[in-house]
């Protein structure tokens, strides 16, 4: 594989991106938890099990880079960033140059083993929500993404890290982290499964014996009853958490599905 002088592979744009983030000054917001009275206010609100990380690059001859981290559950709104990516025990699934595409890199056994990343992230909000120790907090982020270029170079062509997966799984595991956009369409999984959406479809029925939407509404129905069962939002705003444009229609798949309403399934 060639390499850049950096290490990174010359055709690889996010390891770049990370790269030039790390080459930068940057300063560190995070996001906090909102009220569950104000979620129906926010644009494109949502949460994940695992930590995000979104990057402004610096613009117009500045050099400082902007950075927001989003711890587990924290809802947030859909920010504008140049690029994000989110940290699993075992993947990073970050933004693509495609607007509202996603890339989902798995890790090698190794760099699984080695993935510290969430506990230095965990670390460096600690650090820098006091003022005297802000510095380390800078560093400390610093050290995770540099972290994250490490664990995706150990990974590049490990043999466990082969993708093995069929189509129908890779479109599975899209949808279930990107469920929440409520304008996420047939052809956007498709295109993250390398297929088109005709093909996708037609596969996706023969193996599951459903379609592609009823797989998308099954997904966004477990995570908004497990959502529901934590009694902190209100039935429209676990709609607008898990992706629906309407919380009447929600309500109904909801009924449907479980057999039971959500407001009851919260009792």
């Not at 890290?161 to 599975?172: F, G, I, L, P």
């Not at 990107?178 to 193996?207: C, I, K, P, W």
């Amino acid at each position: 594989m060639t390499t850049r002088k950096n290490g990174l592979p010359p055709s690889d744009a996010f390891l770049r991106r990370l790269h030039r983030v790390l080459e930068s000054q940057f300063t560190l917001h995070h996001d906090t938890d909102v009220q569950p009275k104000d979620i129906d206010a926010m644009g494109g609100p949502h949460l994940h099990k695992n930590w995000e990380i979104k990057f402004t690059l610096p613009r117009n001859g500045a050099d400082c880079c902007k950075i927001i981290l989003t711890p587990p559950g924290v809802v947030h709104q859909t920010a504008r960033r140049d690029f994000s990516m989110e940290i699993a025990d075992r993947s990073v699934f970050h933004s693509t140059d495609h607007p509202g595409m996603f890339q989902n890199r798995a890790l090698s056994d190794k760099a699984a083993r080695l993935n510290r990343v969430p506990d230095i992230l965990r670390a460096a909000l600690a650090m820098a929500a006091d003022e005297r120790c802000r510095a380390i907090g800078h560093d400390l982020v610093r050290s995770a993404i540099r972290l994250i270029v490490n664990l995706l170079a150990m990974s590049e062509n490990a043999p466990d890290t082969k993708d093995h997966r069929s189509v129908v799984q890779s479109a599975m595991e899209y949808m279930e982290k990107t469920y929440y956009q409520a304008t996420l369409r047939v052809s956007d999984v498709a295109g993250a499964a390398g297929v088109s959406g005709q093909y996708l479809n037609r596969l996706f029925r023969r193996e599951t014996g459903k379609t592609l939407r009823q797989a998308l509404i099954e997904i966004r129905l477990a995570h908004a009853r497990e959502l529901m069962r934590s009694r902190k939002y209100l039935v429209k705003s676990v709609a607008s958490l898990t992706g629906w444009h309407s919380p009447f229609y929600f309500c109904s798949c909801y009924r449907r599905h479980f057999g039971v309403t959500p407001r009851g399934d919260a009792r």
